[in-house]
Nanobody, 118 residues
Framework: QVQLVESGGGLVQAGGSLRLSCAAF????????MGWYRQAPGKERELVAA???????NYLDSVKGRFTISRDNAKNTLLLQMNSLKPEDTAVYYC????????????WGQGTLVTVSS
C-alpha cells in the first residue's frame, strides 16, 4: 500500500506564494510518476503539474512560469511551489502517485485547500 499526505494549503492574497508538500509512505518503490491535480467548485479535476521518476516535468499551460514542481526521491516527497497566485488558482489540490510499476491502481492524497483572495 501507498499513502499520500499533503500539507501546505491555506489562504493567500493574489500575487502571493504557497508551497504544497506531499509525503509518500509505504511501498514507495512502486511509485513512478507523481503529480498535483486540482478541483475547483463546479469544475472537473485537472492536472496542474507532474514529474516522472526521471525528473521530467510537465505543466498546465495556465500555471507555466508561476508554479514549479520538484521531487525528492530519497525523502519520497513531492513539492509544488506556487508563485504569483491568482484567484482562479483557488481549488482543492490533490497529490497523485502512479503505481504502474507494481501493476496497482493510482493513489490519491486527501487534498489540501488553496484559497486565493483578490
Amino acid at each position: 500500500q501507498v499513502q499520500l499526505v499533503e500539507s501546505g494549503g491555506g489562504l493567500v492574497q493574489a500575487g502571493g506564494s504557497l508551497r504544497l508538500s506531499c509525503a509518500a509512505f509505504g511501498d514507495t518503490n512502486c511509485i513512478s510518476t507523481m503529480g498535483w491535480y486540482r478541483q475547483a467548485p463546479g469544475k472537473e479535476r485537472e492536472l496542474v503539474a507532474a514529474m516522472t521518476s526521471g525528473d521530467i516535468a510537465n505543466y498546465l499551460d495556465s500555471v507555466k512560469g508561476r508554479f514549479t514542481i520538484s521531487r525528492d526521491n530519497a525523502k519520497n516527497t513531492l513539492l509544488l511551489q506556487m508563485n504569483s497566485l491568482k484567484p482562479e488558482d483557488t481549488a482543492v489540490y490533490y497529490c497523485n502517485a502512479d503505481l504502474v510499476i507494481c501493476y496497482r491502481d493510482e493513489v490519491w492524497g486527501q487534498g489540501t485547500l488553496v484559497t486565493v483572495s483578490s
